[in-house]
Each structure stands twice: as structure tokens, then as C-alpha cells.
């Protein structure tokens, strides 16, 4: 019986912290990018509390300059 992969939120979040700083782009930089007024959602997503919706997803990765699946960990 195959198991199916569950999104590990908060490594996801743990992921997307080192992604952003490797990409050299700031939290306001993010906050920016996805004209969001407060940077509430980005320091969510980076504390595994909450996950980008699949268009921000998208958007993320071409921020960061990676594939979705980098930034996504499962388990």
C-alpha cells in the first residue's frame, strides 16, 4: 500500500526562509513583490503556520528562482 506524501509545514516554512535569503530578497522585498500591506502572510508561511495559496506558490517560486517542489517539503 502506497503512503501519501503530507506537506511538512514547518520545514516548508523553515525551506522558504533559507530560499529567500539564498535569493538575497528581504521580507519587505516579498511583502512587495505580492503587494501585500502588511508582511503578516510571508512571516506566516516562513513559520509554517500558514501555506502560500497555488497562484502565490507560483509567484514564489519564480521570486526565488526555483520549482515549486523545491520549496515544498513533504514527508
Given at each position: 500500500?502506497?503512503?501519501m506524501p503530507v506537506i511538512d509545514m514547518t520545514k516548508t516554512g523553515q525551506n522558504i526562509v533559507i530560499l529567500r535569503k539564498r535569493a538575497g530578497l528581504s521580507v519587505k522585498d516579498l511583502q512587495d513583490a505580492f503587494g501585500f500591506g502588511t508582511p503578516q502572510a510571508i512571516y506566516k508561511w516562513q513559520q509554517g503556520m500558514a501555506l502560500p495559496?497555488?497562484?502565490?506558490?507560483?509567484a514564489?517560486?519564480?521570486l526565488l528562482g526555483v520549482t515549486i517542489d523545491n520549496?515544498?517539503?513533504?514527508h
Open positions: 500500500m502506497c503512503t495559496t497555488i497562484d502565490n506558490l507560483v514564489l517560486a519564480a520549496i515544498i517539503v513533504t
